[in-house]
């Protein structure tokens, strides 16, 4: 499974990102996953929308993780926004969420994408890492906390 460095350029971190509802930050999301990874923004966003009508992604404690598997991209890549509001995605908490992670991985990725999902899930649960990117003030800050945090963890 890849390493969050793997998966983030730091040109796929959006710092205080603006939306009405989830469907906008997603939109912002997926097009800088098109700018930064080449993939297409109208599919992209259509797959994560689709994933998010059978239940929301939100995790708890204002942490978000959309995701879909894409046709036509050859490995996993992540997208990270710190939101300035934080958006609704349907949290067991019921808690909005400003700390949003899209992965995005190939249409056959199975058990590697799930892996993935776990690792981003178990990183944003610590509330040391939630707060340490709550507090960043600028998209290279969050992208060097995000591989920071991840290599200072026992995997």
């Known amino acids: 499974m890849p ?3 793997d998966l983030l350029k730091p040109e796929a971190i ?10 906008d930050i997603m939109r912002q999301m997926t097009e800088v996953a098109s700018n930064a990874f080449g993939v297409d923004a109208g599919l992209t966003l259509e797959a994560v929308m689709t994933r998010e009508a ?8 204002g942490v978000a993780v959309p995701h879909a598997r894409i046709s036509g991209i050859e490995r996993t890549h ?4 710190l939101l300035k509001t934080p958006v609704d995605f349907e949290s067991p908490d019921g808690k909005p969420a400003d700390l949003v992670f899209m992965l995005l991985s190939p249409e056959e ?3 590697n ?15 040391h890492v939630r707060s340490a ?3 960043a003030r ?11 945090v991840e290599t200072s963890q026992v995997a």
């Open 14 to 23: 959006i710092f205080q990102a603006i939306g009405d509802d989830r469907r």
């Open 138 to 148: 600028s998209q290279s800050a969050l992208h060097a906390l995000l591989l920071d």
């Open 133 to 135: 990117l709550r507090a």
């Open 78 to 81: 992540g997208v990270f926004a």
């Open 113 to 127: 994408h799930l892996k993935a999902l776990a690792k981003i899930t178990r990183l944003l649960r610590q509330s």
């Open 3 to 5: 390493n969050l460095g």
């Open 109 to 111: 990725s199975g058990a």
């Open 54 to 61: 059978l239940g929301g992604t939100g995790v708890g404690e």
